[in-house]
C-alpha cells in the first residue's frame, strides 16, 4: 500500500509559470515531510524540507503543509527549463527507525 | 561537502547470476542506504545501516544482501538475479537517522 500519493503524476508548465505539485499521506502519523528532485541520469537531490503547518519559501520554492489533511504541496514560481525533473514527496514519522516513504514521483517539464 | 560514488554505473548480468554493487561516501555520514527504483513507482528501500557494523532489512530484502565493510562503504549484493529486476539501484547517506539523505547517480542494472 503506497502510504504517500502524489498528484499530478505529470505536469507541463510554459517558461515563466507557475507549476504546482500535490502529495497526500495515508499515514496520521507522519510529521516530517519532504520534497525531493531527480534530474534524469542523476540521483535525487533534497529540495526542501517541512515539518510545521504552514508556508516554508526558498527561493522560487514554496511548500506548503497541512497536517490536519495530511496534505502538502511545491510550488515553483517563474519556473525554469533547468525546473525540468522528477519530483518526489517523501513522509516519515515521528521518533527513531521510522523510514522514509516516497511517494511514486511527478514529472515537471517547462518548456521554452 | 561531499559526493557519494556508485560503482558500476551500468551493470549487466545474466538470470541467476549473483551480482555485487558498491557504493562510497566521504561525507562522513554514519547512516547508509540502499533503494531500488522502478519507473512509476518511486523508490523502495532494500537495506540501511544506521551505524557502521548494523545491518537492517527495509521494505524490499528479499533476494539481497548488504554488507558496511566500514562507515564509508555499503554494498550491495543481488543473490540471484532475474528478469524483472531490472531497475535503477540507489545508495543515499544522512548524518544520522532521520536527516536529510544523500543519494550517489545510480547503478542501472540489465539482467539478460
Known amino acids: 500500500q503506497q502510504k504517500v500519493q502524489q498528484s499530478p503524476e505529470s505536469l507541463s508548465v510554459p517558461e515563466g509559470g507557475m507549476a504546482s505539485l500535490n502529495c497526500t499521506s495515508s499515514?496520521?502519523?507522519?510529521?516530517y515531510f519532504w520534497w525531493y528532485r531527480q534530474h534524469s541520469g542523476e540521483g535525487p537531490k533534497a529540495l526542501m524540507s517541512i515539518f510545521s503547518d504552514g508556508d516554508k519559501k526558498e527561493g522560487r520554492f514554496t511548500a506548503h503543509l497541512n497536517k490536519a489533511s495530511l496534505h502538502v504541496s511545491l510550488h515553483i514560481r517563474d519556473s525554469q527549463p533547468s525546473d525540468s525533473a522528477l519530483y518526489f514527496c517523501a513522509a516519515r514519522q515521528q521518533g527513531t527507525g521510522s523510514k522514509l516513504s516516497f511517494g511514486k514521483g511527478a514529472k515537471l517539464t517547462v518548456s521554452p | 561537502g561531499g559526493i557519494i560514488t556508485q560503482t558500476p554505473k551500468f551493470l549487466i548480468g545474466q538470470e541467476g547470476q549473483k551480482l555485487t554493487l558498491k557504493c562510497q561516501q566521504n561525507?562522513?555520514?554514519?547512516?547508509m542506504y540502499w533503494y531500488r527504483q522502478d519507473s512509476g513507482k518511486g523508490l523502495r528501500l532494500i537495506y540501511y545501516?544506521?551505524?557502521?557494523?548494523?545491518?537492517q532489512k527495509g521494505d524490499l530484502s528479499e533476494g539481497y544482501d548488504a554488507s558496511r565493510e566500514k562507515k564509508s562503504s555499503f554494498s550491495l549484493t543481488v543473490t540471484s538475479a532475474q528478469k524483472n529486476e531490472m531497475a535503477v539501484f540507489l545508495c543515499a547517506s544522512s548524518m544520522d537517522w532521520g536527516a536529510e539523505q544523500f543519494f550517489g547517480p545510480g547503478t542501472r542494472l540489465t539482467v539478460l
Open positions: 499515514d496520521r502519523n507522519f510529521q
Open positions: 545501516s544506521i551505524t557502521e557494523n548494523d545491518l
Open positions: 561525507f562522513n555520514h554514519d547512516t
